[in-house]
């Protein structure tokens, strides 16, 4: 019998940190259709972590796991859900935002140099949409960048008011 995932700490572990035992419970707790995937989940090896499931693909959920499409989709949308508060939860700090912001403008220069464009676009019409959601994130990323210097402690300090002004 496995243990019970202790859910006074799910809020404060990591999903990074699971063992297969807590994704078992986790896996246990999607839907009932999932429960005859628990001895699998075990026997996989190197063991099944956090980390691994973060990152499972749909062929690795077939191949590894054996798992039917429908059940597939269900899982590969929990574990959206995971990555989503993995990403969220343990670095909403200003580095990490000002780290966000680094790496989309990085991007959006890169296809802005490369002159990215689809085959058969017409570059003089418009611009492509892969451009404007890299310029969209830069903005959001800016933003939080932003909101973070427009607040104490910074918000009294000149030379942080200088660059968020």
Not at 57 to 78: D, F, I, Q, V, Y
Request: charged share 20%; net charge neutral.
């Amino acid at each position: 019998m496995m243990d019970a995932l202790d859910l006074s700490r799910v809020g404060f572990v990591s999903v990074l940190t699971w063992t297969p035992t807590d994704i078992c419970n986790w896996l246990r707790g999607l839907d009932p259709s999932l429960q005859h995937y628990i001895p699998r989940v075990l026997a996989v090896t190197p063991p099944l972590n956090g980390k691994r499931l973060l990152s499972l693909t749909p062929g690795e959920l077939t191949n590894t796991l054996n798992m039917k499409l429908g059940h597939r989709g269900l899982s590969l949308e929990a574990i959206g859900l995971l990555q989503s508060l993995s990403n969220t939860l343990p670095k909403e700090t200003l580095q990490w935002f000002m780290l966000q912001l680094s790496s989309k403008s990085r991007y959006l220069q890169s296809l802005i140099e490369l002159g990215y464009y689809p085959p058969g676009y017409a570059t003089s019409v418009k611009v492509p949409n892969e451009i404007l959601w890299a310029a969209t994130d830069v903005f959001q990323a800016a933003k939080r960048v932003i909101s973070w210097l427009d607040r104490p402690p910074f918000v009294d300090e000149e030379e942080y008011a200088k660059d968020r002004d």
